[in-house]
């Protein structure tokens, strides 16, 4: 069972900054996937971006060129460094880590840009 505890949400004025954090603690396989995705009140959950094992980055559209995912393998710890902040952006930001056998999500850490 692999625990994810998130950091470093909060209240940011538009155009502001913030810097999430992830770490898996646990008993951890090979993580293949790791994963922010964000829930605004009313929506659905979507994915806002990914990186796997390999390094290869993915992200939403409307974060491209203001968001950067990054990871340290060593601390199975993963990042979401957020820029150029919106008022859309507010949302609960969720972590999720996949392994070979599994999946997890973080408890979620609220995000609030205001205008």
């Known amino acids: 069972q692999v625990q994810l505890v998130e950091s470093g949400g909060g209240l940011v004025q538009a155009g502001g900054s913030l810097r999430l954090s992830c770490a898996a603690s646990g008993i951890i396989y090979s993580i293949v996937f790791m994963a922010w995705y964000r829930q605004a009140p009313g929506k659905q959950r979507e994915l806002v971006a990914s990186?796997?094992?390999?390094?290869?980055?993915n992200y939403a559209d409307s974060v491209k060129g203001r968001f950067t995912i990054s990871r340290d393998s060593a601390k199975n710890t993963v990042y979401l460094e957020m820029n150029s902040l919106r008022p859309e952006d507010t949302a609960v930001y969720y972590c999720h880590v996949r392994t070979a056998v599994g999946g997890s999500w973080g408890q979620g850490t609220q995000v609030t840009v205001s205008s």
């Open positions: 990186i796997t094992s390999a390094g290869s980055r």
